[in-house]
């Protein structure tokens, strides 16, 4: 069983360099905001982080006053038992209404049908919620 909706995440762009992840993270924590989603890699020496988060807002401020580039960005996030075939049926739903994934991330506990996330943005969230849900 999955179940999609709507979410935002936050997409910080920064220098790459040693200890980012760490200073974000730590920064986060000191406000009482917890990150429930991250996927990090690096495009020409700069560092991009997507966050969900507990609290977007207060996390774009505190970015924000560190002099990072921070965009908020609507994605859709889909929760999902941790078993074989999850995700085939997710792509195989997107698939039959013609909606494209940009980007898909996601986790699982490692523990048979605990909750997993997946987080993905497309062509056309709402018609990939719709799908999921149908």
Known sequence: MSKARAGKEIHVVTENKIGTLSDISQWMADKGINIKAICAYVVD????FLFVTSDNKKAMEILRAKDMKVDEDEVVVIELNDKIGMLKDIGKKLKNVD??????????TGTPNAPS??????S???KAINAING
């Open 45 to 48: 020496a700069k560092a991009h």
């Open 124 to 126: 056309d969230n709402k």
């Open 99 to 108: 909606v494209d994934i940009k980007y898909l991330y996601g986790t699982t």
């Open 117 to 122: 996330v997946v987080i993905f943005d497309s």
